[in-house]
Each structure stands twice: as structure tokens, then as C-alpha cells.
């Protein structure tokens, strides 16, 4: 069929056939009638209208140390095949619950590494493998620009 024939492979990246040669590449927007169709999402994760931004977000709202998870691309077998050196999430973390987000990244020698950042880490642990780095200085209560210089994060920790 036609439609089997434009899917691509299940191991292609996800973001390949976009032109990544600009500044940013958009992963998720709360516009739209399926922002999250390319997201696997927990059912706790609810589009809400926020009235301080004046437009939509998503509240991931946990319960009873429960972790709330959005999971970009939505197949584990893709990746995302992204080449832009900056990761930038608008978010607000409430004051009283713990906030982590978790990457994959495969460097440039194709040596797939984990950076976990959270709000529970209290001092950086690196291995070969992985990284956690504290988020400890994160501001809480207030919508924010957590900016991450994945370059240098890799070169500091592996």
C-alpha cells in the first residue's frame, strides 16, 4: 500500500528527514489537535490552560512518588537524530515535588551515554555509561528556560 511505503524504517531517526541546519528544532508545542502524537505519555499527563503564559501546557502531575513520564519518540526501537548542541524546556517545578529528566545521547564516537538531571541528586555521579547531575539550584514556583549545553555536559562528564 501507498502509506507503507512512505512509513520509514523503524529504526530511522525520527527528526532525519528535517532540515536540522537551523538554530532549533521544535519537539513538542501545546498547539495543535494531537501535540502529542510522536510522545508516549502517561494518562496523568493532562493539556491544561495555563492563565500567567495566556495558552496551553501540559501538567504532569504525580501522586504517591509515582514518576509522570512523557517519552520522546514514542517507538523505543527510533531515535530522534537530532545534531543541535542546545536542549531548552519551558517549564515550572512545583515547590514541593522532585522534578528529573532523563536523555540519551550518542556522541560523536556513536558511544550511547545517559544523563539523568534531577532535583534528588545531590552530588554528580558519572560512570562510562551514564551521568546523574544535581538540579539542586533549580528555581521552583516559576515559569523558566532550563537550558542544557549538551557539548558541554558530555565533555565535562565522559
Not at 534528588?120 to 542544557?148: D, Y
Amino acid at each position: 500500500s501507498t502509506a507503507a511505503a512512505m512509513a520509514p524504517p523503524a529504526a530511522a531517526p525520527l527528526f532525519d528527514d528535517i532540515f536540522q541546519g537551523g538554530a532549533a528544532v521544535e519537539l513538542l508545542s501545546s498547539s495543535g489537535s494531537n501535540p502529542t502524537d510522536k510522545w508516549r505519555t502517561a494518562s496523568s499527563v493532562v493539556r491544561a490552560y495555563d492563565k500567567s503564559v495566556k495558552g496551553y501546557t501540559f501538567r504532569l502531575d504525580g501522586g504517591g512518588g509515582s514518576a509522570i513520564r512523557m517519552v520522546l519518540p514514542k517507538d523505543e526501537k527510533r531515535t530522534l537524530g537530532l545534531t543541535q548542541p542546545f536542549l531548552v524546556l519551558q517549564l515550572l517545578c512545583a515547590p514541593d515535588k522532585a522534578f528529573s529528566i532523563e536523555l540519551a545521547v550518542v556522541d560523536t564516537s556513536r558511544s550511547r551515554r545517559r544523563l539523568v538531571f534531577s532535583t534528588s541528586v545531590r552530588e554528580p555521579v558519572c560512570t562510562t555509561l551514564h551521568a546523574r547531575i544535581p538540579l539542586g539550584c533549580l528555581p521552583r514556583g516559576i515559569w523558566l528556560n532550563l537550558v542544557l549545553d549538551l557539548d558541554e555536559i558530555l565533555a565535562t562528564n565522559f
